[in-house]
């Protein structure tokens, strides 16, 4: 007993015997790959020196964004803290992160904006991009208070950085002339450049992943069942649709195909349950969430988002938001239910009665079901 005691007093010594540099280089790794806020808090708690050297600013200045994922249902004064000393570190993320909290969650507006505009100045690009959406839709003050051009030139920082829905949004801008001189042809290019970044993100994923599509993405066709694998590849031979280097028309979410596995900013998933666990679901009274439900953003005072033009039953804050939940389920709900079921008994009550007169021609004039999705992406296909 006496010699187990000694081996582990000698091992102790070792670790007390590391200089603080190292400790400190080693948990600046951790932090800046963490998949989560438990990984970095259990190591922390493993000891009196881990704890203290854990809050040292060079760690807590490069904590990576899931590092500092805290959930909304964890949200106290100590997970504010936490954010908090990450902010007087330096950490981007942190400003962004804490931003977002303040401006929409606690409506403190002044604070999150100046927090989100000091991640915005280090190059952020989804601070850009809120930064650009506040100016967009004058969240936080008045209608009046809306700054087109200050909006686009924020969107143009961030797509330049490469965000995606940032280019998507700048594309729509210069299609429609909103805050900007109108090109059509320059926005159609950017919206192709936006799908096609978003198409290449997707093969990144599947390349640096072992696991199986269907682990982590889910693809839907809401025109067509899944199509199924020819004889030749159900004997064992690779299968080019499930095959992730062989991924093929799948990925091409514009032409019916539609990625719903997408990971949300931990800002956005926080805002996501926030307002979720709320008894009514909303901010309050007439204020409406994004539908999009990777956003999670609120209004900040009535009839801010725009309305679907063709059901009037949902919301976006952006153009990029309504472009998602288009493609993902939205383009199946738009239409009221009631006309679907009218229409199709009126297309049956044709069809016989064009038969009855020796006529087999039957053509749809209906515009309630036609759906051109150049008016959502923005490319006439």
Same mark, same amino acid.
């Given at each position: 007993?006496?010699?187990? !005691?000694?081996?582990?007093?000698?091992?102790?010594?070792?670790?007390?015997?590391?200089?603080?540099? $190292?400790? $400190?280089? =080693?948990?600046y790794k951790l932090s800046s790959t963490a998949s989560s806020p438990s990984d970095f808090v259990a190591v922390l708690l493993t000891?009196?020196?881990?704890?203290?050297?854990?809050?040292?600013?060079?760690?807590?200045? *490069?904590?990576? @964004?899931?590092?500092?994922?805290?959930?909304?249902?964890?949200?106290?004064?100590?997970?504010?803290?936490?954010?908090?000393?990450?902010?007087?570190? %330096?950490?981007?993320?942190?400003?962004?992160?804490?931003?977002? =909290?303040?401006?929409?969650?606690?409506?403190? !507006?002044?604070?999150?904006?100046?927090?989100?505009?000091?991640?915005? $100045?280090?190059?952020?690009?989804?601070?850009?991009?809120?930064?650009?959406? =506040?100016? #967009?839709?004058?969240?936080?003050?008045?209608?009046?208070?809306?700054?087109?051009?200050?909006?686009?030139?924020?969107?143009?920082?961030?797509? #330049?950085? %490469?965000? =995606?829905?940032?280019?998507?949004?700048?594309?729509?801008?210069?299609?429609?002339?909103?805050?900007?001189?109108?090109?059509?042809?320059?926005?159609?290019?950017?919206?192709?450049?936006?799908?096609?970044?978003?198409?290449?993100?997707?093969?990144?994923?599947?390349?640096?992943?072992?696991?199986?599509?269907? @682990?982590?993405?889910? #693809?839907?066709?809401?025109?067509?069942?899944?199509?199924?694998?020819?004889?030749?590849?159900?004997t064992g031979a690779p299968n080019p649709l499930t095959n992730p280097s062989d991924f093929d028309i799948q990925l091409f979410s514009?032409?019916?195909?539609?990625?719903?596995?997408?990971?949300?900013?931990?800002?956005?998933?926080?805002?996501?349950?926030?307002?979720?666990? !709320?008894?009514?679901?909303?901010?309050?009274?007439? &204020?409406? &969430?994004?539908?999009? *439900?990777?956003?999670?953003?609120?209004?900040?005072?009535?009839?801010?988002?725009?309305?679907? @033009?063709?059901?009037?039953?949902?919301?976006?804050?952006?153009?990029?938001?309504?472009?998602?939940?288009?493609?993902?389920?939205?383009?199946?709900?738009?239409?009221?239910?009631?006309?679907?079921?009218?229409?199709?008994?009126?297309?049956?009550?044709?069809?016989?009665?064009?038969?009855?007169?020796?006529?087999?021609?039957?053509?749809?004039?209906?515009?309630?079901?036609?759906?051109?999705?150049?008016?959502?992406?923005?490319?006439?296909?």
């Amino acid at each position: 007993m006496k010699k187990q !005691r000694g081996a582990f007093r000698r091992r102790s010594d070792l670790f007390e015997a590391l200089p603080d540099d $190292i400790v $400190i280089s =080693i948990l600046y790794k951790l932090s800046s790959t963490a998949s989560s806020p438990s990984d970095f808090v259990a190591v922390l708690l493993t000891c009196k020196r881990f704890n203290n050297l854990g809050l040292h600013p060079l760690v807590l200045s *490069k904590s990576c @964004s899931k590092a500092l994922a805290v959930r909304a249902k964890n949200w106290c004064e100590e997970a504010h803290r936490f954010l908090k000393l990450c902010v007087n570190a %330096g950490n981007t993320e942190a400003y962004y992160m804490l931003g977002m =909290i303040r401006f929409y969650c606690l409506q403190n !507006r002044g604070s999150g904006a100046s927090l989100m505009a000091k991640a915005a $100045i280090k190059s952020h690009a989804p601070a850009l991009y809120s930064l650009a959406l =506040i100016q #967009f839709n004058g969240s936080g003050g008045l209608k009046n208070d809306k700054d087109l051009r200050a909006g686009v030139a924020l969107c143009a920082r961030a797509a #330049f950085l %490469g965000h =995606i829905d940032a280019l998507r949004e700048l594309g729509h801008c210069l299609q429609d002339g909103y805050g900007v001189r109108k090109n059509i042809t320059e926005g159609r290019r950017l919206l192709v450049q936006a799908n096609a970044r978003e198409l290449a993100s997707v093969l990144r994923v599947f390349n640096n992943s072992p696991s199986p599509p269907s @682990s982590g993405w889910q #693809f839907h066709n809401h025109q067509q069942p899944r199509p199924t694998p020819p004889p030749s590849y159900q004997t064992g031979a690779p299968n080019p649709l499930t095959n992730p280097s062989d991924f093929d028309i799948q990925l091409f979410s514009d032409y019916g195909f539609n990625l719903t596995g997408r990971e949300m900013h931990p800002a956005n998933q926080f805002l996501v349950e926030w307002f979720e666990s !709320r008894e009514d679901g909303f901010p309050g009274l007439g &204020i409406r &969430i994004c539908s999009y *439900k990777g956003c999670g953003r609120p209004e900040t005072r009535k009839n801010e988002f725009r309305r679907c @033009s063709g059901c009037g039953k949902v919301n976006y804050c952006s153009r990029g938001c309504q472009a998602h939940d288009w493609r993902v389920h939205h383009k199946v709900e738009c239409a009221p239910m009631e006309e679907w079921v009218g229409h199709a008994i009126d297309d049956v009550d044709e069809e016989e009665e064009d038969n009855m007169n020796g006529d087999d021609d039957v053509v749809d004039d209906d515009p309630t079901v036609e759906i051109n999705e150049g008016e959502v992406d923005g490319i006439q296909i």
